[in-house]
């Protein structure tokens, strides 16, 4: 953080220093209206010279402090603003480094809440704070001075609501606070996840029926967040109302006036004396006020901070000092295994060779760590034992550009750019011509749906049109397929295709198949009966591997799963049947 905030050390000094003026120069009026308040009642004539004199010091004042606290602030926004836009280009750039499957582990709404939200409360702490606090010790300090000249036994009676309000900040710094304020965090990055959920799936869940679940979801989300607000409120309002109350104008006043009407009545301070501390004894609180605010936007931005800083210290995976260059694509795992946290492995000694020329199937149960082996190819994270070989060279000694020349990846959950459909398939092409993507989206089987969008090539996704799952998929399967690179992995790529497009999409990959390496976790039977290499994977270990008819001849577990999927397919072809024939009858 310190380096982000280091270029702007003068304009902090000078936010500062500018407030500490103005700071000062605002209790001109006060002492202005004391001294006219002396001269007025003291007896004999009055001095019209040193009356208008103290009104001239006073207006001056005023200015000197509207012109200092109007330039400390506007100073602090300005650095404020390019504060902010460092945070942002670092978090930029930060995410722009970090392994890619770091993304996976993050929900999109909390993501989104650091990069927004987090940045945006730093405000308070770098435009308001600096200058508050300054009035807050500059201006009770100066107070103190001139009023222990006037009198220090009702100066110290001024105090007393100082030191109580003073009293209420442990209070709010118990563990059981603390606890809150960070489950109160929590529950706020909860509902922002949550909305964003609710709001990008809801077409989908609706269509499938789910649309009361999601609702549910969503409502246990708001109501938890709701339950964690009252909460913390609830125990927080009874030190936040004492603070108050002590700090407050009628409060301060009885104080003062209780303990200088003893004073008065005793012969022990003249009437006249009175009148600084009815004045300044409010200027003694309201910075304490400010302070107890700034306090709140202070430990706000230190949470938001802390959360920006947990961003920033993502570690990029570390590039090869010396990068070596590949040797043709084969592709190995040699003993891998991997595991989000230390105490659970995802897998387990998985040892492979992807020949050239072939496409090999990764077929499991949900869980059993397929998409986390099909990620290590494209390097999103690194084995924690074992090593991923591209050519005869680890992926960890190959510089990432040149790594991702050669490896291709499409996967379930496509993101396509709010840019033109041209720019979205020659998105790792950018230099490729109009034919060439035109070419690619024929054997992605999208470019008849392309032409019938607005403006065909040139019209842009997410502000022109909007696009289905399946088409979507097919425009990032045209994007690998512009790529052409050596390697290409599919994670479910044509999840929502419809059997025609996945049938186009097949023919594709084996008219350019050649000698490029394939790797797809497949749950269709058409992709898998098309594979040369069957791999099943269970609890992140290889229970079985081989060829299609090789496998379904042993009867083990791949045959138990063609043998499921037969049947789901039969009963899916039922149904439309029936569907189809009640129609009919219609």
Do not use: C
Request: aromatic share 6%; glycine share 8%.
């Amino acid at each position: 953080m310190k380096p982000l905030l280091r270029p702007h050390r003068w304009s902090f000094a000078a936010v500062v220093v500018f407030q500490v003026i103005g700071a000062v120069a605002g209790l001109a009026p006060l002492l202005a209206v004391v001294e006219l308040g002396r001269a007025l009642l003291s007896p004999g004539p009055i001095d019209h010279d040193h009356v208008w004199f103290v009104v001239i010091a006073g207006a001056i004042g005023l200015f000197v402090r509207l012109l200092f606290t109007s330039a400390s602030s506007g100073i602090g926004h300005i650095v404020d603003s390019k504060v902010q836009l460092a945070f942002r280009r670092q978090l930029a750039l930060v995410l722009g480094r970090v392994p890619i499957g770091w993304f996976s582990r993050r929900r999109t709404g909390e993501l989104a809440k650091v990069v927004q939200e987090d940045v945006s409360a730093v405000h308070p702490f770098i435009a308001h704070t600096p200058g508050e606090l300054v009035a807050a010790f500059v201006v009770p300090l100066v107070s103190l001075v001139y009023l222990f000249t006037v009198d220090w036994r009702l100066t110290l009676i001024t105090l007393i609501p100082v030191v109580l309000a003073v009293a209420h900040v442990p209070l709010m710094m118990t563990p059981a606070r603390i606890r809150e304020e960070k489950e109160f965090d929590a529950a706020t990055g909860g509902i922002a996840n949550s909305v964003v959920e609710f709001v990008q799936g809801i077409a989908v869940v609706k269509a499938f029926g789910g649309g009361e679940r999601a609702h549910r979801r969503f409502l246990t989300a708001v109501d938890e967040f709701v339950a964690t607000f009252l909460r913390w409120v609830t125990n927080l309002s009874p030190i936040a109302a004492g603070m108050k109350l002590v700090l407050s104008p009628p409060f301060v006043l009885l104080v003062v006036l209780i303990g200088g009407t003893a004073l008065i009545t005793s012969g022990g301070m003249a009437p006249a004396d009175l009148l600084p501390f009815l004045l300044l004894g409010l200027g003694l609180t309201a910075p304490v006020a400010a302070l107890g605010h700034g306090f709140d936007d202070m430990r706000g931005a230190a949470r938001a901070v802390g959360r920006i800083k947990e961003v920033l210290e993502v570690r990029p995976l570390p590039e090869p000092a010396r990068p070596v260059a590949p040797q043709g694509h084969r592709v190995e795992l040699r003993d891998v295994r991997f595991a989000y946290e230390d105490d659970h492995e995802v897998l387990r000694g998985i040892t492979l060779t992807l020949e050239p020329g072939t496409v090999t199937a990764v077929v499991g149960p949900s869980g059993s760590g397929k998409s986390t082996l099909v990620q290590l190819l494209p390097r999103f994270f690194d084995p924690t034992h074992g090593s991923v070989l591209l050519g005869g060279v680890d992926l960890r000694e190959i510089d990432s550009r040149e790594l991702y020349r050669r490896v291709s990846f499409v996967f379930q959950d496509v993101r396509l750019l709010r840019a033109s459909v041209t720019d979205n398939i020659a998105l790792a092409v950018p230099h490729a011509g109009a034919d060439d993507v035109v070419r690619a989206a024929r054997l992605a089987n999208i470019h008849d749906r392309i032409l019938e969008l607005p403006r065909g090539y040139d019209t842009v996704i997410g502000d022109e049109a909007e696009l289905s799952g399946g088409e979507a998929q097919r425009i990032a399967l045209a994007r690998a397929l512009l790529a052409d690179a050596p390697v290409l992995v599919l994670d479910e790529a044509t999840a929502f295709a419809d059997p025609q497009t996945e049938r186009a999409v097949r023919r594709a990959l084996a008219t350019l198949g050649g000698d490029r390496t394939i790797l797809v976790i497949a749950h269709r039977l058409e992709t898998i009966a098309d594979a040369d290499t069957v791999v099943v994977l269970e609890d992140g270990e290889v229970v079985e591997r081989g060829g299609p008819a090789e496998l379904l001849a042993r009867g083990g577990r791949f045959a138990a799963f063609w043998r499921s999927h037969e049947s789901a397919a039969a009963d899916e072809i039922e149904t439309r049947a029936g569907a189809l024939q009640g129609e009919q009858s219609q």
